[in-house]
């Protein structure tokens, strides 16, 4: 079993950043990806962006490429997020995940085994 605990999270003016970060514990050793997706008041889950464990290769929705970057700690098991130039439309509870499937297909979320619990972002306009 692994532990997701994300952090970072809060309100902010457009244009403004945000660092999010996502602590594992637990069954770690077996890790093969992370990422982070997002859901919008009253919308579905969406992909945002994740990184391989192995090899450092991410990946990145559209809407956010160019403004967030993910990136690892893997002596700590942490995956961070770093959101710049953030839009209203970024508002979401953002959701890290991780998975130990052997060369997932790091976009979709039945990729991931272990979900953390969300972390709210605001963005004021």
């Known amino acids: 079993q692994v532990l997701l605990v994300e952090s970072g999270g809060g309100l902010v003016q457009a244009g403004g950043s945000l660092r999010l970060s996502c602590a594992a514990s637990g069954r770690t050793f077996s890790t093969t990806a992370m990422g982070w997706f997002r859901q919008p008041p009253g919308k579905e889950r969406e992909f945002v962006a994740a990184i391989r464990w192995s090899v450092d290769s991410a990946a990145y929705a559209d809407s956010v490429l160019g403004r967030f970057t993910i990136s690892r700690d893997l002596a700590k098991n942490t995956v961070f997020l770093q959101m710049n130039s953030l839009k209203p439309e970024d508002t979401a509870v953002y959701y890290c995940?991780?998975?130990?499937?052997?060369?997932?297909?790091?976009?979709?979320?039945?990729?991931?085994?272990?979900w953390g619990q969300g972390t709210q972002v605001t963005v004021s306009s």
């Open positions: 995940a991780a998975t130990q499937k052997w060369n997932p297909v790091i976009l979709t979320e039945p990729s991931y085994d272990y």
